[in-house]
């Protein structure tokens, strides 16, 4: 029985030793098939809809990419969105459109979509659904938050990082973005070890006028495309 083929398959995939474990596959985790490697090779996601939640688990280091970048695409449908963002001055509020009587001072209303003209110095009131604030200079949230493995000897030598869109590195955990253009997430490891990791990060939690951001160094500065 002719056997060379089976070797020359096994070191294709394994490499030319002994060493078998998955975590060190040539072919799941070399810089030829690694996800992202570099700042300008990245991974990619869109995201239309906040607020939305992405989180992210694997590993790099130690036969693998060192690195793992991943680029958020934003464009942001103000029309549409997963939450109520509330304005300055107003609270959101929730219809409840069963016929149900909840206080005894008070009544079930009942909403009529006719138009209606001024009366009293009273207008028609409009009934909006989750949309985003009309914000002459609006920005969404970005909040990366790394979960971590709970070894504090791995953890230790793991990083994660924001970036602009135009590369650059984010010094802080949390940045305002506006509702399209894109940012970077980096996963940096710093030692010679197999290390994991398990990042979370929030698109949208807030939606913020440039004045109502207090700390301006949060803002990614961005130059429209």
Same mark, same amino acid.
């Given at each position: 029985?002719?056997?060379?083929?089976?070797?020359?398959?096994?070191?294709?995939?394994?490499? $030319?030793?002994? +060493?078998?474990?998955? /975590?060190?596959?040539? =072919?799941?985790?070399?810089?030829?098939? $690694?996800?992202?490697?570099?700042?300008?090779?990245? %991974?990619?996601?869109?995201?239309?809809?906040?607020?939305?939640?992405?989180?992210?688990?694997?590993?790099?280091?130690?036969? /693998? $990419?060192?690195?793992?970048?991943?680029?958020?695409?934003? %464009?942001?449908?103000?029309?549409?969105?997963?939450?109520?963002?509330?304005?300055?001055?107003?609270?959101? =509020?929730?219809?409840?459109?069963?016929?149900?009587?909840?206080? @005894?001072?008070?009544?079930? =209303?009942?909403?009529?979509?006719?138009?209606?003209?001024?009366?009293?110095?009273?207008?028609?009131?409009?009934?909006?659904? @989750?949309?985003?604030?009309?914000?002459?200079?609006? +920005?969404?949230?970005?909040?990366?938050?790394?979960?971590?493995? /709970?070894?504090?000897?791995?953890?230790?030598?793991? %990083?994660?990082?924001?970036?602009?869109? @135009?590369?650059?590195?984010?010094?802080?955990?949390?940045?305002?973005?506006?509702?399209?253009?894109?940012?970077?997430? /980096?996963?940096?490891?710093?030692?010679?070890?197999?290390?994991?990791? %398990?990042?979370?990060?929030?698109?949208?939690?807030?939606?913020?006028?440039?004045?109502?951001?207090? @700390?301006?160094?949060?803002?990614?500065?961005?130059?429209?495309?």
């Amino acid at each position: 029985m002719n056997v060379t083929q089976g070797i020359q398959q096994s070191y294709t995939v394994y490499g $030319a030793s002994d +060493y078998t474990a998955p /975590g060190g596959l040539a =072919a799941s985790k070399s810089l030829n098939y $690694a996800k992202g490697p570099t700042i300008n090779n990245p %991974d990619k996601i869109s995201i239309s809809v906040v607020p939305s939640t992405l989180r992210y688990t694997d590993s790099v280091g130690l036969f /693998g $990419a060192e690195n793992y970048y991943l680029k958020v695409d934003l %464009d942001i449908n103000p029309s549409i969105v997963k939450a109520c963002f509330e304005e300055d001055g107003w609270s959101c =509020a929730k219809i409840d459109y069963l016929f149900i009587e909840t206080d @005894d001072y008070y009544s079930s =209303a009942e909403i009529d979509d006719s138009d209606f003209p001024v009366e009293n110095t009273y207008e028609q009131a409009d009934v909006l659904g @989750d949309i985003l604030p009309k914000l002459d200079n609006g +920005y969404i949230s970005i909040d990366l938050k790394n979960i971590k493995s /709970g070894n504090r000897f791995l953890d230790d030598w793991l %990083d994660i990082r924001l970036y602009t869109q @135009d590369k650059e590195e984010h010094p802080y955990d949390k940045m305002y973005v506006k509702l399209k253009g894109s940012f970077y997430i /980096g996963v940096h490891a710093r030692n010679t070890k197999r290390l994991p990791y %398990d990042i979370l990060c929030d698109i949208g939690q807030e939606y913020r006028s440039y004045e109502s951001i207090e @700390d301006k160094n949060l803002i990614m500065r961005q130059v429209l495309r």
